[in-house]
């Protein structure tokens, strides 16, 4: 006689807790508030540079002979015009001094036979000499003059090969490599040293290929290096190759060099640096993090802003964009907060509850 009473009130009781359950009010979520900040925004290029020098000569013997002395050695700074080694110059003063005694032979014969032509020509005036005689006179007169000039062609050759002994600096730098030593028999042509500019180095890195059109002459470089920990440091792109070649990676690249500047630590050669090279920057602009917004569809971005404690989507329009932030130039004022929620993902007319 129950079943009845029971059927209908089951029946009467479910629709209602279902309706109780839809109607309900969903239970609040914690959120937080985020707000624009002004500030400075850029996007940058992570690179790995090393430091390189872009003026690095091999100095090598101009003679043959025994190197007699060796002023300079690995590591060494030396200025230009420094003599960095002495070969045996016995032989090049034997011939310097054969030369200029045969340069003086060579003005005297050609004073001699100056006068002897001249005198042979007054007398050829007077009739007391024969054509014949001066002809010969003029003819030793002009060969004392090329002999002359050989003379002294021979002084300049042997004073070079005199000079040449002596193995000089082009260049204020640092010995880098050291070839040879005292007492070695070398040959023209043999690499005594390895020498790098005091002016010339330089910090490169390698862009991949597909970001070389990214950089420009005179864009910002922000380094760092671990031998400096914490020391940050400016520079700008003063050089980009103009070929794209294969790098250690064995990855096409392009070669960007920037001077040390002004701030920069001691860096040693083959030294590896850290830079972030500045695509683009904005400065003085509302931001806000990524993590505050959502992307909607591709490149278009919502926030979530609070209405009637709900959750509301609302668009925004953003500019430069980096990994961490975006810049807003549309869909906030300055006195809107946004609402994040570390707890879930929130969604659009969700409860919120702002802590």
Same mark, same amino acid.
């Given at each position: 006689?129950?079943?009845?009473p029971a059927?209908? *009130?089951?029946?009467?009781?479910? $629709?209602l807790?279902?309706?109780?359950? /839809?109607?309900?009010?969903?239970?609040?979520?914690?959120v937080?508030?985020?707000q624009?900040v002004?500030? +400075?925004?850029?996007?940058k290029l992570?690179l790995n540079?090393v430091?390189?020098?872009?003026?690095?000569? !091999?100095i090598?013997?101009?003679?043959?002979?025994?190197?007699?002395?060796i #002023?300079a050695?690995?590591?060494?700074?030396?200025?230009?015009?420094?003599?960095?080694?002495?070969l045996?110059?016995?032989?090049?003063?034997? =011939? *310097?001094d054969?030369?200029?005694?045969e340069?003086v032979?060579?003005?005297?014969?050609?004073?001699? !036979?100056?006068?002897? /032509?001249?005198? =042979?020509?007054?007398?050829?005036?007077?009739?007391?000499?024969?054509k014949q005689s001066?002809?010969d &006179? /003029?003819? %030793?007169?002009?060969?004392?003059?090329?002999?002359?000039?050989v003379?002294?062609?021979?002084?300049?050759?042997?004073?070079?090969?005199?000079?040449?002994?002596t193995? &000089?600096?082009?260049f204020d730098?640092?010995?880098t490599?050291?070839?040879?030593?005292t007492?070695q028999w070398?040959?023209?042509? !043999?690499?005594?040293?390895q020498?790098a500019?005091?002016?010339g180095?330089?910090?490169?890195?390698?862009?991949?290929?597909s970001?070389?059109?990214?950089?420009?002459?005179?864009?910002?470089v922000?380094l760092t290096?671990?031998?400096?920990?914490?020391?940050t440091?400016e520079?700008?792109v003063s050089?980009?190759?103009?070929t794209?070649?294969?790098?250690?990676?064995?990855?096409k690249?392009?070669a960007i060099?920037?001077?040390f500047?002004?701030?920069?630590p $001691? =860096?040693?050669l083959g030294?590896e640096? #850290?830079?972030?090279?500045?695509?683009?920057?904005?400065?003085?602009?509302?931001?806000?993090?990524?993590? %505050?917004?959502?992307?909607?569809?591709?490149?278009? /971005?919502?926030v979530f802003l609070?209405?009637?404690?709900?959750?509301?989507?609302? $668009?925004v329009?953003v500019g430069?964009?980096?990994?961490?932030?975006?810049q807003?130039?549309d869909?906030? !004022?300055a006195?809107?907060?946004v609402?994040? +929620?570390?707890q879930?993902?929130?969604?659009? #007319?969700?409860?919120v509850?702002?802590?």
């Amino acid at each position: 006689m129950w079943k009845k009473p029971a059927i209908l *009130l089951a029946i009467l009781v479910v $629709p209602l807790l279902f309706a109780w359950q /839809y109607l309900k009010q969903a239970p609040s979520v914690k959120v937080s508030l985020v707000q624009p900040v002004v500030q +400075s925004l850029s996007t940058k290029l992570d690179l790995n540079a090393v430091v390189i020098n872009g003026q690095i000569v !091999t100095i090598t013997a101009l003679v043959d002979g025994e190197i007699g002395q060796i #002023n300079a050695r690995e590591g060494i700074s030396v200025k230009n015009a420094q003599a960095l080694a002495v070969l045996d110059d016995k032989k090049a003063q034997s =011939l *310097l001094d054969k030369a200029r005694a045969e340069l003086v032979y060579s003005e005297q014969k050609l004073k001699s !036979t100056a006068r002897n /032509y001249a005198r =042979l020509s007054d007398l050829s005036q007077a009739g007391n000499a024969s054509k014949q005689s001066v002809d010969d &006179s /003029y003819d %030793a007169f002009r060969n004392a003059e090329a002999e002359l000039a050989v003379a002294k062609a021979d002084v300049s050759l042997a004073e070079l090969q005199f000079e040449n002994s002596t193995v &000089s600096a082009p260049f204020d730098g640092v010995v880098t490599k050291q070839f040879a030593e005292t007492g070695q028999w070398v040959e023209a042509g !043999t690499p005594l040293f390895q020498l790098a500019a005091s002016d010339g180095y330089l910090i490169e890195a390698q862009v991949d290929a597909s970001d070389w059109a990214l950089v420009s002459i005179d864009q910002s470089v922000t380094l760092t290096t671990e031998s400096a920990p914490g020391k940050t440091w400016e520079s700008a792109v003063s050089w980009i190759a103009p070929t794209i070649a294969i790098n250690d990676r064995d990855a096409k690249a392009v070669a960007i060099r920037f001077a040390f500047g002004d701030d920069a630590p $001691p =860096l040693l050669l083959g030294q590896e640096i #850290n830079a972030e090279l500045v695509l683009n920057k904005v400065d003085n602009v509302a931001t806000l993090p990524l993590s %505050a917004m959502v992307e909607t569809e591709p490149n278009q /971005y919502a926030v979530f802003l609070a209405h009637q404690n709900k959750a509301k989507l609302t $668009p925004v329009k953003v500019g430069l964009l980096n990994e961490m932030h975006a810049q807003i130039t549309d869909g906030l !004022t300055a006195d809107d907060a946004v609402l994040v +929620s570390q707890q879930i993902r929130l969604q659009d #007319n969700m409860p919120v509850e702002i802590q």
